[in-house]
């Protein structure tokens, strides 16, 4: 059988994403109650980062521990992919060392031509096209808070970079509305704009109470991501009308929830208030980071294992 990568959350066969969300809720579970999982045992995981991190990297280093196996963090100067060696080449000798690669870089094709060239798969641990394996565990924190997402009004707020285009994915696959409301000139690729409007998944605006009007759940990010620190002030400029702040919130339901990937610049696009505030699930998310992983992780080395969790979609 060929093997399969997580690249993005496109490419997931029908059922795939329920299973994983699934395994991901059944491994969170069980290991809080002390149970072991001992699926990847004597495995090892390399995970190239070409940018920094928190969330990504202590998560899937400790779920690979929790999962029995092994991982090796490669910094930006360690290995140079694509400057010191080819990416052909770097594919090509993990592939005879290591039985996962996750990667964490700029260009996405960096990351398609990794999993292209390798013979184990290959996890995006966020490009600057997409970054899905955020948007696996912020599905699995939503799940815990609503009982079908299909029935979601969702609004994204912000810069149309890698995670807003990953949520236009993730509209595409769980069918919520979504609302994207960024300044002009920030818009998602127009790939994804065109995905968005022909597959009638929400709308896009310049107008953030349009897009938080009556939302369930109201998601944000940086306004300048990384790799883009040279702009900042020009972003802090264009972004000063989309900041989550408990002004925008009173125009979303009352119970709605507040999401944001994480790190927060707080002060710009979001406020102490409503980020420390009771509708927060920002660390519901970044610990589900850990769960949702471990899921992507089994399902890539153990296939079989995924099987067992494909059932009715809860979605109708
Ligand atoms: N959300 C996220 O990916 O966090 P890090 O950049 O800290 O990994
Ligand atoms: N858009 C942000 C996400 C960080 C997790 C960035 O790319 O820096």
């Known amino acids: 059988m060929n093997k399969r990568d997580f ?71 360690d290995i140079g992919i694509g400057e010191r060696e080819s990416v052909k080449d770097v594919a090509r000798n993990l592939s005879r060392w290591v039985d996962l690669i996750m990667i964490r870089t700029f260009s996405h094709s960096i990351c398609v031509e990794l999993a292209r060239e390798a013979n184990v798969p290959v996890i995006n641990g966020l490009t600057d096209l997409l970054h899905p394996c955020q948007l696996l565990a912020d599905l699995q924190t939503l799940r815990a808070h609503f009982d079908d997402l299909s029935r979601l009004k969702i609004a994204f707020v912000g810069d149309g970079f890698n995670l807003a285009q990953s949520w236009i994915e993730a509209a595409a696959l769980a069918r919520f509305e979504l609302r994207i409301a960024c300044p002009t000139g920030y818009e998602p690729d127009p790939g994804f704009v065109a995905r968005l409007q022909q597959e009638k998944l929400g709308i896009i605006t310049d107008d953030p109470f349009a897009a938080v009007k009556d939302a369930d759940v109201i998601y944000t990010d940086t306004w300048t991501s990384m790799g883009q620190e040279s702009e900042a002030g020009k972003r802090r400029r264009a972004f000063r009308n989309f900041q989550v702040n408990a002004a925008l919130l009173q125009h979303a339901q009352p119970q709605a929830l507040v999401m944001h990937c994480l790190p927060a610049h707080r002060g710009e696009e979001i406020t102490d208030e409503v980020i420390d505030g009771p509708r927060s699930v920002v660390l519901e998310q970044a610990e589900n980071r850990l769960h949702a992983q471990k899921a992507v992780m089994v399902w890539l080395s153990r296939p079989e294992v995924l099987q067992h969790h494909v059932g009715p979609s809860r979605q109708s």
């Open 7 to 77: 690249l993005d959350l496109s490419s997931l066969r029908v059922g795939e994403l329920e299973a994983l969300l699934r395994l991901a809720d059944r491994l969170k579970i069980e290991t809080k109650a002390g149970v072991e999982h001992p699926y990847l045992r004597g495995k090892t995981l390399a995970m190239i980062f070409q940018k920094p991190s928190l969330r990504t990297r202590i998560t899937f280093e400790t779920g690979m521990a929790q999962l029995g196996g092994h991982a090796i963090y490669l910094a930006p100067q």
